[in-house]
């Protein structure tokens, strides 16, 4: 079946260090991909996604490129703030398997001053 | 839009109460998901409905729990009775199926306390 693996955590940085968390993943089908961040006391919030190979999506600075021959959806960002500092979540869509997103185990950021 | 809007934001209720927790999807989304957090077991999907039906309990841990969509607005999860061990952050999502990919919206989470 589908899933998602992410590197097990905390990553801890100091502002300004470049972070890469890693994020592979397996599928039946055509997969979209997404990045989920979750802060202190909230809820999930889309970070950013792709719909197909070779995609990238990009937000706050945060980016991802959809790789189909190595089937990853690696998050990066050139230089992290202390503000960043939350749970990261990788996540798969495959409407022609399921109609759930399939959530890897998340992956804790810290970055100190 | 408003967003996904959970009620209670925060819960403390004693051993063996019944404790309801509610959620209104976004306007026009015909996905609602329940998820439950905890910090040993993570995130877990309990229930999912589509147009109002559900389609997969898979994940209720026991009969205890139990969800209802009674319309397309709104979302109940059940506890009866609660338990100490039932202590967690439970997530209501929406999202809508005729995009060819399942992006959800994730409401604040109720932090429930069971003593």
């Known amino acids: 079946g589908d899933s998602v693996t992410q590197m097990e955590g905390p990553v801890t940085l100091s502002e300004e260090a470049f972070l890469t968390i890693n994020c592979t993943y397996t599928?039946?089908?055509?997969?979209?991909l997404f990045w989920y961040v979750q802060y202190p006391g909230e809820g999930l919030q889309l970070l950013l996604k792709a719909t197909k190979a070779d995609d990238k999506g990009s937000n706050k600075g945060f980016e991802a490129t959809y790789r189909k021959e190595t089937t990853s959806f690696h998050l990066e960002k050139g230089s992290v703030q202390v503000s960043d500092s939350a749970v990261y979540f990788c996540a798969l869509s495959d409407p022609g398997n399921t109609d759930k997103l399939i959530f890897g185990t998340g992956t804790r950021l810290q970055v100190f001053p | 839009d408003a967003g996904v809007i959970q009620s209670p934001r925060h819960e403390v209720t004693e051993m063996g109460q019944e404790v309801t927790l509610r959620c209104k999807p976004i306007?026009?989304?015909?996905?609602l998901f329940w998820y439950r957090q905890t910090m040993m077991r993570g995130l877990e999907l309990l229930i999912y409905?589509?147009?109002?039906?559900?389609?997969?309990d898979s994940g209720m841990p026991e009969d205890r729990f139990s969800a209802k969509m009674p319309n397309a607005s709104f979302s109940t999860l059940k506890i009866q009775p609660s338990e100490p061990r039932d202590s967690a952050v439970y997530f209501c999502?929406?999202?809508?199926?005729?995009?060819?990919?399942?992006?959800?919206?994730f409401g604040p989470g109720t932090r429930l306390t069971v003593t």
């Open positions: 599928a039946t089908g055509y997969p979209s």
């Open positions: 306007s026009g989304h015909d996905y």
């Open positions: 999502a929406s999202s809508w199926g005729d995009r060819g990919y399942y992006e959800q919206y």
């Open positions: 409905f589509n147009n109002n039906v559900p389609i997969d």
